[in-house]
């Protein structure tokens, strides 16, 4: 027979370069009161809690045969706090981001306390880049004199370790709020293959010729 455990399912943001390159990281488990009602409900241990606590409170109106609603409210969250399953001791664990994993990525843990533990991977918001499936968006900002007689852009790449992405304008070619698409330096495929989508660079046009994230030659 399968004995129901508490279950804490949480949501953890990791940055966008973090999981682009993968890196060893520790996550921190929440175990407030109201995470540890969570986790019993997931787990199902909740429902039989709260129905013993309602059932308590009845059998003493029964036997007082009057009703004082106050303390008859701080009965029942009394016997619930009492019966809710303590938090793990153990609330920081170390996982392994690997390489090109996307928000919504389960990690599991099954502790030694009676206790399951599912974090949800979130992607953080990145300063230049943003991810959609397999490919990375970003934009950059040349002069209307660059965009007329040309230029080559020089974009950082999410990764130190990878080589600066180079992008070369031609004179009159490009139009403004046009999608330039760089092959191949997108976001890592799954699988284990050094794959990855493509990069759509949005070109913007100022007046300053300032790029973000970007050096233009």
């Known amino acids: 027979m399968v004995q129901n455990r508490p279950h804490y399912v949480q949501k953890v943001s990791v940055p966008l370069d973090v999981l682009y390159a993968g890196e060893n990281i520790e996550l921190e488990l929440k175990a407030s009161i109201f995470e540890r009602c969570k986790a019993a409900y997931t787990g199902g241990l909740l429902t039989p809690v709260?129905?013993?606590a309602a059932l308590t409170v009845a059998m003493n109106w029964l036997r007082s045969q009057r009703v004082n609603w106050f303390l008859s409210l701080v009965m029942f969250v009394a016997i619930v706090y009492i019966h809710i399953p303590p938090p793990?001791?153990?609330v920081i664990y170390s996982t392994t981001i690997?390489?090109?994993w996307k928000a919504g990525t389960k990690i599991k843990y099954k502790s030694n306390e009676a206790a399951d533990i599912t974090f949800i991977?979130?992607?953080e918001n990145h300063d230049a880049f943003r991810?959609?499936?397999d490919d990375l968006h970003t934009s950059v900002e040349v002069s209307p004199r660059q965009l007329?007689?040309?230029c080559t852009l020089t974009i950082n790449p999410l990764c130190d370790d990878e080589e600066p992405i180079k992008l070369k304008l031609r004179p009159r070619e490009i139009k403004n709020g046009q999608i330039v698409t760089v092959k191949s330096r997108g976001w890592p495929k799954a699988g284990g293959?050094?794959?990855h989508g493509d990069l759509k660079v949005k070109i913007c046009v100022g007046y300053d010729g300032v790029l973000q994230e970007a050096q233009i030659s």
């Open 193 to 195: 293959k050094e794959q």
């Open 88 to 90: 793990p001791d153990k």
């Open 121 to 123: 991977i979130q992607e």
């Open 98 to 100: 690997r390489k090109g």
């Open 148 to 150: 007329r007689k040309g």
């Open 50 to 52: 709260l129905l013993q």
């Open 131 to 133: 991810r959609v499936d």
